[in-house]
């Protein structure tokens, strides 16, 4: 058996008996282990497999460039870094913006608008839609981060990601979303466009806010990849949306879908982009 084909049995194996990942792991700790990160191959593992949740929180400082390259200064940065959280947190409660009670995922709201020149007036105004996005990024964050520097950081980082190296970029997901769902289904879009409900699906719920499950490709340079997500999830639950024949009831449904198949989803629209984008290559 060769060297390869004795890899690709082990990793087959391990997926089996509940260990799925473990070469990649291996793979993955030697280039952390480089005195300067190769943030081409970082981006390049990211992109092909699941980053491990022990490491998750370095990878995206290290891409989102909360981090350097080099080891010896992530110490010294991180520090700075804390130390801007904390004066940032500090003017907020001066300025009775937040205290104590008030909830995370809002105080990390807060403390971007004033980093970024748009804190309102006053706490009670009403939130805007791009609030709301940060929020959602945010709660789904912190379920994944539990130092709150590292938290607000990485949020800050992966906002700003989406607002300016993917604005152009996302306007341009519906109409992808069409195209893959067209050769994956068609029958399947010609119901969405006999109910006209294509211009009507929840594409900010799926491209703004994004999906948890996908952000190690997100933050390694791929918005694409949430076109695939938007369009298994119309796969995932076809015959409930084939079955309703309004726009409303159709966009309804897919704005409350069942959190227990978000990982099912996630797995199957790797797949998916993959098979059309094929598979990054990656070399330790």
Known sequence: M?????????SVYYEKVGFRGVEEKKSLEILLKDDRLDIEKLCTFSQRFPLPSMYRALVWKVLLGILPPHHESHAQVMMYRKEQYSDVLHALKVIRFVSD????????????????GKLPRSPSFPLEPEDEVFLAIAKAMEEMVEDSVDCYWIIRCFVNQLNSKYRDSLPQLPKAFEQYLNLEDSRLLSHLKTCSAVSKLPYDLWFKRCFAGVWDKVVSGSCKILVFVAVEILLTFKIKVMALNSAEKITKFLENIPQDSSDAIVSKAIDLWHKHCGTPVHSA
């Open 2 to 10: 060769t060297e390869d084909s004795q890899r690709n049995f082990r």
């Open 101 to 116: 009670a008030t909830p995370q995922v809002e105080v990390f709201l807060r403390m971007y608008q004033l980093e970024s």
